[in-house]
């Protein structure tokens, strides 16, 4: 039988879908919210993988219609379209991963922001074609961003004080949606299992057979696709990955590099030499956010802030052909996570 391997932004699975070894590890996999999906676990009853599977692809479609911002007639999407300064109604959801990322956006001194897509936009990530914007565009883009200006009233109200303004849960709903797949599988009494959603994983409990699980490092290189290491979940308590990296996407111009890691405090794509950041964390969401958070602000500025913070976060710099590694406290201190060379 062939291994099967899913690459991703930042890290792939292995040994997980057509090379486990135990039978009664159950598969769930499909496609949503513009990517693939992968959940392994062990069910607790015969008849309780199409139960569950039929739970999960309803839920992919009532977050689609909540959170996606590539949906026009979604929630989030039907708030930003609205030019306007009056409160509005949205789900609770909504603002729970509004006030995680404001946490995160103060935590980072700003460069993390919901708020940034006029930026993303005006570079030309969104249609992937480069645009070097002068001053004056990239002043006017600025502008528009500003996730000071996103006020929350109450848990089912928000309101824009710039009504031009725009809110992109991109780099925390993919997160958070991994957690409700996660409290799908524990409704069901379910204490092993691993969700993963465009390579954004939580995992629980151990594989069937009692291993722990284990999710291997892409190496942060372009154009390649190489193992770096692999990550053991020794203890079975729940913890969440998320890595960013800057290798994937970017545009190379005049024979400079141009990340699609926009620092909103410049208007401009980050120009340090961190190439990966990954954050181990309980909550997924919150580990989607801090991973695009310290991702922008690299290495130098981005291990204070997490240290700080308590963040459990792996930073991989590029100096000319090598990779350097640093850890943060809380990462160095984390006992029940493993990092190994792959065989």
């Known amino acids: 039988m062939k291994c099967l ?35 392994s676990f062990t069910p607790t009853s015969p008849d309780q993988q199409a139960t569950i599977s039929g739970e999960i692809t309803a839920e992919f479609a009532r977050l689609d219609q909540a959170i996606s911002n590539y949906r026009p007639d979604s929630m989030i999407e ?10 509005q109604q949205v789900t609770e959801e909504i603002v729970y991963l509004i006030e995680i990322a404001r946490a995160v956006s103060s935590a980072s001194h700003g460069c993390y922001d919901l708020t940034v897509k006029p930026l993303f936009d005006l570079w030309g990530f ?12 990239l002043q006017q883009a600025r502008a528009l961003v500003d996730m000071n200006k996103l006020e929350t009233l109450d848990k089912n109200h928000i309101r824009k004080a710039l009504p031009e303004l725009r809110v992109d849960l991109s780099s925390i709903g993919q997160g958070y949606s991994v957690g409700r797949i996660a409290a799908i599988l524990e409704a069901h009494a379910i204490e092993n299992y691993l969700v993963e959603i465009g390579g954004e ?18 190496k942060p290189l372009p154009n390649q696709r190489k193992l770096d290491k692999i990550v053991v979940f020794n203890s079975g308590e729940p913890l969440s990955l998320m ?19 926009l620092d909103a405090r410049t ?23 801090w991973s695009t ?33 640093k850890k943060t406290s809380a990462l160095a201190d984390l006992k029940n996570v493993s990092f190994a060379k792959p065989d």
Not at 8 to 37: D, K, N, V, W
């Open 267 to 289: 208007g401009k794509p980050v120009e340090h030499n961190t190439v990966a950041a990954t954050v181990l964390h309980p909550d997924p969401a919150v580990a989607d956010a």
């Open 78 to 87: 039907m708030f930003n379209a609205q030019l306007s300064s009056e409160p």
């Open 293 to 325: 958070a310290l991702l922008c602000l690299g290495s130098e500025e981005g291990m204070r802030v997490a240290n700080a913070n308590a963040i459990a976060a792996l930073y991989i710099d590029q100096d000319g052909d090598a990779l350097l590694e």
């Open 201 to 218: 994983l939580k995992v629980r409990g151990k594989k069937s057979d009692d291993s722990p699980w284990r999710v291997a490092l892409e």
């Open 126 to 137: 969104k249609k992937d074609s480069f645009n070097l914007p002068d001053d004056q565009a």
């Open 5 to 39: 391997t899913l690459p991703t932004l930042a890290f792939i699975l292995t040994g997980l879908l057509a090379c486990s070894r135990a039978p009664e590890l159950a598969h769930i996999e499909g496609f949503a919210q513009g990517t693939t999906y992968h959940i």
């Open 243 to 261: 890595a960013s990296g800057t290798y994937r996407h970017y545009f190379d111009n005049n024979g400079k590099r141009y990340s699609h890691i």
